[in-house]
């Protein structure tokens, strides 16, 4: 398993570098990130083994759907264990922005990012523990995506389909 998921970065790494044309600030960068992510991954197996059990019995626990058998017979999984991983995440992903060299309207953009994934997360986990209506579930992507809507400065054009023009009132 640990094969499989080293798998991904390192041929990305074996690409890029075969391309060529890579300087030493962005090899630098690839294996500074390669590093950073087999720690996180083994930093996410020590936590999901260490708090699974913890959440299961606190009732934060589904049955497994994916396999065969009687729904009373399927085995727990523990549903609220994406907390842990995205603690990996978010610490990991902030330690590389410190030492990463990121521009300041990068670095707004960045934090944005950050704070959608972290209400997603955070509805998410409320959802795990309360067990939000569908209708409350429709709303988490709209508040999710706050951050980046404030943390955009570009500009936003819509292209309208051709079949659809001479309805909304255009002739282009």
């Known amino acids: ?3 499989i998921s080293l798998l991904a970065p390192i041929s ?3 690409f890029t570098v075969s391309k060529g044309s ?3 600030n962005s090899i630098q960068v690839l294996l500074i990130t390669l590093a950073i992510s087999i ?3 083994f ?3 020590h936590l999901i083994d260490r708090f699974k ?3 299961s019995s606190k009732g934060l626990f589904g049955k497994d759907l994916n396999k065969a058998g009687e729904r009373e017979t399927k085995e727990k999984v523990p549903e609220a264990v994406g907390v842990c991983i995205t603690i990996v995440f978010l610490l990991i992903t902030i330690m590389e922005q410190l030492l990463l060299n990121t521009t300041t309207t990068k670095l707004v953009e960045y934090n944005a990012a950050l704070l959608s994934i972290c209400m997603a997360v955070l509805l ?3 959802d795990d523990v309360v067990d939000l209506r569908w209708s409350h579930k429709l709303i988490v992507p709209t508040i999710a995506s ?3 809507l404030v943390a955009y400065d570009g500009t936003t054009d819509i292209l309208v389909p051709t079949v659809l023009r001479p309805i909304m009132g255009r002739t282009l």
Do not use: E, H, R
Request: aromatic letters at 16%; glycine letters at 8%.
């Open 53 to 55: 059990d913890t959440l």
């Open 43 to 45: 930093l996410s197996q």
């Open 12 to 14: 990305l790494f074996g």
């Open 124 to 126: 998410g986990f409320i």
């Open 39 to 41: 720690v996180a991954f």
């Open 1 to 3: 398993m640990v094969l």
């Open 146 to 148: 706050f951050p980046l």
């Open 22 to 24: 890579i300087d030493a």
